[in-house]
């Protein structure tokens, strides 16, 4: 499976913004699909997650109540909507994605072989 990630862009602290990533090349069907970021100088982090089969979502602590992942089935994209956004949440953000994730894996950058270019989301304060 490809990923195409897209959304990205500056915006001012209490804003939004909704990040896409699309499938191409099969459904994702049977898969798990994570945003992961990465900020200047730190390490890539599991932002939010969700399973294509069955919609259940996991996040970040930090993220929770501000981001919300979601699902298309008929246009093979997730999304990430984030609102209330906050300087720290500036960093370079991908989609990954991969089957037979398990639970305790869900947060692990190693668990997924599929991952799409990054797209920069940049919060001013």
């Known amino acids: 499976v490809q990923l195409q990630a897209s959304g990205g862009g500056l915006v001012q602290a209490g804003g939004s913004l909704r990040l896409s990533c699309a499938a191409s090349g099969r459904t994702f069907r049977g898969y798990t699909i994570a945003w992961f970021r990465q900020a200047p100088g730190k390490e890539r982090e599991f932002a939010a997650g969700i399973r294509w089969n069955g919609d259940s979502t996991y996040y970040k602590d930090s993220v929770k109540g501000r981001f919300t992942i979601s699902r298309d089935v008929a246009k093979n994209t997730v999304y990430l909507q984030m609102n209330r956004l906050k300087p720290e949440d500036t960093a370079v953000y991908y989609c990954?994605?991969?089957?037979?994730?398990?639970?305790?894996?869900?947060?692990?950058?190693?668990?997924?072989?599929?991952w799409g270019q990054g797209t920069q989301v940049t919060v001013s304060s």
């Open positions: 990954a994605a991969d089957e037979n994730v398990i639970l305790s894996a869900i947060t692990r950058s190693t668990a997924y072989d599929h």
